[in-house]
Structure formats: structure tokens, C-alpha cells
């Protein structure tokens, strides 16, 4: 069920910092089962499809400047609640404002560079995920 997966993406800063265990460690600690993973460098006709919902904004350009500056690890995974329960655990998007042992709170430098995307919706999870992957309800 889409209801029960989630799309994340582990960003550039927290692989260039070498964060991308530490990452996945929290992650399936917490229970979440990774049903995909790759590592990938997004285009910059990727990273504008993936965040041309903030097209209009005036951070647009950086934050693909950003996605596009090194490689991600794209991953698909799989718990229930999956969606909620993602955003709880990677915090808020200003690592000072994310609770104490969230990924964003330990592994995030700013609000640009936060180390973690997480899909906001499951509708969200479902055209994120078969962005980078084929099929993302076959997992």
C-alpha cells in the first residue's frame, strides 16, 4: 500500500560529509524497511521537475544549484505510517528548530543544507519516488 511508503532522498551536504550510514542507520532504526536505494546525481532538468513546486520562489535557483552540486542516495521506504512517521523523524526543516535526535537536528548544517528530503504526503511519496524509480508501487 502507498500508504505504508515514503520517498527520501539523502542530500548532497550529508554525503559530502559522509553522513549517508549514520543516515540510514537512524532510518532503519526506527523501523522503516528500505525497500529501494540508489545513488545518483540529479540533473538540472531533474532537480527542477522534482522541486518545481517552489519554481516561483526567489530560493529556487540555489536549491537546484544545491540538489545538483553532488551526488544524493534516493531511497524508498516502507513502514506503516510511513509518511508521518518520516517527517517526525527527520525534524524540522531549520536544523535549529528540529527536536533533539532527529536526522535534521544531527546532521543538518542549515535550512538550505538540511541533509534529508522526506515526501510530505503519500500523494507526494507516489510522483517522488516514480521520479527515481520505476514503479514505486511495486515495492
Given at each position: 500500500m502507498a500508504a505504508n511508503k515514503t520517498f527520501?532522498?539523502?542530500?548532497?551536504?550529508?554525503?559530502?560529509?559522509?553522513?549517508?550510514?549514520?543516515?540510514?542507520?537512524?532510518?532503519?532504526?526506527?523501523?522503516?524497511?528500505?525497500?529501494a536505494m540508489k545513488m545518483t546525481q540529479l540533473s538540472?532538468?531533474?532537480?527542477?521537475?522534482?522541486?518545481?513546486?517552489?519554481?516561483?520562489?526567489?530560493?529556487?535557483?540555489?536549491?537546484?544549484?544545491f540538489m545538483t552540486s553532488g551526488p544524493i542516495v534516493a531511497a524508498i521506504l516502507e513502514k506503516d505510517n510511513a509518511v508521518e512517521d518520516f517527517r517526525k523523524?527527520?525534524?524540522?526543516?531549520?536544523?535549529?528548530?528540529a527536536e533533539a535526535g532527529t536526522i535534521r537536528a544531527r546532521f543538518a548544517k542549515s535550512i538550505g543544507e538540511n541533509a534529508v528530503h522526506g515526501s510530505d504526503s503519500n500523494d507526494n511519496a507516489i510522483i517522488e519516488g516514480n521520479q527515481h524509480f520505476c514503479g514505486f508501487d511495486q515495492f
Open positions: 527520501t532522498m539523502i542530500k548532497p551536504d550529508a554525503v559530502r560529509d559522509g553522513h549517508i550510514g549514520a543516515i540510514l542507520n537512524q532510518i532503519t532504526e526506527n523501523g522503516f524497511r528500505i525497500v538540472k532538468a531533474s532537480a527542477e521537475k522534482f522541486y518545481g513546486i517552489h519554481k516561483e520562489r526567489p530560493f529556487f535557483g540555489e536549491l537546484v544549484e523523524l527527520i525534524g524540522a526543516t531549520n536544523p535549529a528548530q
